[in-house]
């Protein structure tokens, strides 16, 4: 009897690598692991019912040759988190893909925290492209890269705020952002409570106002850490 061990986690990815077997990569607790999938083409394929991304899974793996893993059970914990609009599909491959891409940058606890955060939201009906731009703040955070949101980003002064810019990374005062367009309330109202929004507190942000943070964070991520997401542009489906 090969040696099994369990492992709880998120299904982020799965990546075809023969006729009917898929690598998956899962984010856990304790980390990110791989593990092999059999058979997973085939109709009768057991694991076919829940192997979707964001699905939360109870994973046992057999270890084989070279300690590698390959699915042998699993059990949902919840139902499969199908998108059923466009705006659903594109928050979970948004977070599948910012996830995936993130292994190497953020400590995993924290982004496991981040997505059993936001797949409680999710189920909870919050709305998806609001989700979706909270997700890219707090992944800027997580990475690091966040804009400076308390205040100027040069004096640190919270009275005045004139302009918030991706650009420069943050909150400017009516002196420091002189030369810059002001910012609309709105959108320096927006950035305060991506940044300050409570576990238990709702996000409502216009459907406008999302796209427009999904997009500049994507530019952001990318600029500031390096993080290419191809799901930032579905914006332009909607
Ligand atoms: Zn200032």
Do not use: W
């Amino acid at each position: 009897m090969p040696e099994t061990i369990e492992r709880t986690g998120y299904l982020l990815r799965l990546t075809p690598y023969s006729d009917s077997s898929s690598m998956a990569l899962a984010l856990g607790e304790e980390g990110y692991f791989s593990f092999a999938v059999r058979g997973l083409s085939s109709p009768k394929s057991p694991f076919r019912s829940f192997m979707f991304p964001l699905t939360k899974v109870r994973f046992l793996l057999a270890k084989g040759k070279g300690d590698k893993l390959s699915l042998k059970e699993g059990s949902p914990f919840s139902k499969t988190p199908f998108g059923k609009s466009l705006e659903e599909m594109a928050f979970l491959s948004l977070l599948s893909e910012g996830l995936s891409k993130s292994s190497e940058g953020a400590e995993a606890k924290d982004l496991y925290a981040l997505t059993a955060e936001l797949m409680e939201r999710f189920e909870n009906k919050e709305e998806p492209l609001g989700l979706s731009a909270l997700f890219l703040a707090r992944l800027s955070a997580l990475l690091g890269v966040a804009p400076e949101t308390d205040g100027c980003l040069v004096c640190g002064t919270k009275k005045g705020l004139t302009v918030f810019s991706f650009e420069k990374g943050g909150f400017l005062c009516r002196e420091h952002g002189s030369d810059l367009p002001h910012s609309s309330l709105s959108i320096m109202q927006d950035v305060y409570r991506l940044f300050h929004l409570p576990r238990d507190g709702v996000l409502k942000l216009p459907q406008d106002e999302a796209l427009y943070f999904i997009e500049s964070f994507g530019i952001y991520l990318e600029e500031r850490a390096g993080l290419s997401l191809k799901s930032v542009s579905f914006g332009k489906n909607l």
